[in-house]
């Protein structure tokens, strides 16, 4: 689009963006007075009874009414700066009842930072709407002065704007230099006015996000609780794959051994060769019964990782890769098992989706340690076209890694080549 061609400073003015911000700083005035005049009534009202048990209901209503209208605020931030903030978490009493409801909202950190904002954001939003309009009005007035010039001699009788007057001299804008050197200043001010607002609606941003939402401990409290039904859904999948796996591999495999030597007893007095072939088939199959269930236990915990650690058990997986690997890991010591694991099980499954998808050449697999972080990156020449969908391995590869508060991030365009990138904490 040619729009997109111009400089940022020219296209802000005519911004969706911007004129979004500027209905955000012009409804926030008379929206925060009302919050700050009602806020203060009702909170000194209800301190000032406090002596009295009526200031109890008085003030943890004040704190509900504020919880309320930072719900209108929250709302007004997504609709017009497009910044979601969640809700923080609801006020619940112990026994359910209107005493253990009023202490719990007293006792709440949320309503109490509710308040705040509604007593701290008046004067912010008196200083922003007061210097938005004077910008607003005065650049966009400024600017477009050639326009309307024409009013002053025909309605106010005098040539122009007024810059000076002492009832002896008077010094109007009238001339075609001073008009021009107006709209210049105009146009100034309509080119800074967007960057100042924009600065201002960053300042609603901070106050909006760090009062009007939910506390970094309850936050952390949901992640955590999110996080642990991820591990505890990732381990019941695993046990079903694992009796899924055995069920229909080395159990088949060994029920067919029994039945095949029980052929084998019968047949081995009256018919020694037919005898000698069945026991022949039942090694082959004990053969294979044990290559799968060691290819299970390599994909649980491969014994090579807990005894040499993520280089050799990596290097092994690589040589299994139907395409060439390169593996380099730079460690200076060994990570916790359970991050041990997990490692040793993105890259795997990474390695995987290499063989099964990408149909690269080669591919490439760096393991290093950055400060407290563990990465993980795994290349290939392939295809491309890798995404992290919900339902597809990637996506719960990135589940399973942000279960302990790791990040996969997935660089793959069409045509290749594709990098997928995992950073884990480091735990010694």
């Known amino acids: 689009m040619a729009s997109a061609r111009l400089p940022a400073a020219i296209r802000a003015p005519f911004e969706a963006r911007t004129w979004r911000a500027l209905l955000h700083v012009l409804v926030g005035l008379p929206l925060s007075v009302c919050w700050f005049a009602l806020s203060v009534a009702f909170v000194s009202a209800g301190a000032g009874l406090l002596i009295t048990f009526l200031g109890v209901p008085i003030l943890a209503g004040a704190l509900a009414m504020c919880r309320g209208f930072g719900a209108v605020e929250r709302a007004r931030a997504r609709a017009l700066l497009d910044l979601d903030v969640r809700t923080p978490e609801p006020v619940r009493g112990r026994t359910g009842g209107a005493f253990s409801w009023m202490g719990a ?8 930072r509710h308040l705040l904002y509604a007593v701290v954001h008046m004067p912010w939003a008196v ?16 600017f477009t002065y050639p326009l309307w010039r024409w009013v002053f001699p025909a309605y106010l009788g005098q040539d122009g704007i007024q810059l000076y007057g002492d009832g002896s001299r008077d010094l109007y804008l009238d001339s075609p230099f001073e008009v021009a050197v107006t709209s210049l200043v105009g146009l100034l001010f309509v080119l ?3 960057w100042l607002l924009r600065g201002f609606v960053a300042v609603d941003r901070l106050l909006v996000s760090g009062l009007l939402g ?21 381990a019941a999948a695993d046990l079903r794959r694992i009796e899924r796996d055995l069920h229909d591999g080395a159990q088949a495999r060994l029920a067919a051994l029994a039945m095949d030597l029980g052929l084998a007893k019968e047949k081995l007095a009256e018919d020694p060769q037919a005898a000698a072939v069945l026991v022949g088939e039942a090694h082959g199959e004990v053969k294979l019964a044990l290559q799968e269930l060691r290819d299970l236990a390599r994909g649980i915990h491969p014994a090579v990782l807990t005894d040499r650690g993520l280089d050799a058990a990596l290097s092994a997986v690589a040589s299994r890769c139907a395409v060439p690997v390169s593996v380099d890991v730079d460690l200076p010591a060994r990570p916790v098992p359970a991050i041990e694991g997990i490692a040793y099980f993105t890259v795997s499954e990474l390695l995987r989706n290499v063989t099964a998808h990408a149909r690269a050449r080669r591919a490439w697999v760096d393991v290093w340690r950055t400060g407290d972080r563990l990465m993980l990156q795994v290349r290939d020449d392939g295809v491309g076209g890798a995404e992290s969908v919900a339902g597809r391995s990637l996506a719960g590869l990135a589940e399973r890694v942000g279960a302990v508060d790791g990040v996969l991030a997935v660089d793959s365009p069409s045509g290749g080549p594709t990098t997928v990138t995992a950073e884990l904490p480091w735990r010694s």
Do not use: Y
């Not at 909202?105 to 109490?112: E, P, R």
């Not at 200083?127 to 400024?142: D, E, N, Q, R």
């Not at 939910?214 to 990732?234: C, K, N, Q």
């Open 192 to 194: 800074v006015g967007p």
């Open 105 to 112: 909202m007293l006792k709440s950190g949320a309503s109490w």
């Open 127 to 142: 200083f922003s709407f007061s210097v938005t309009v004077a910008f607003w009005s005065w650049g966009w007035g400024l």
């Open 214 to 234: 939910p506390s970094r401990l309850a936050t952390r409290v949901t992640e955590l609780e999110s996080d642990r039904g991820l591990v505890v859904d990732t």
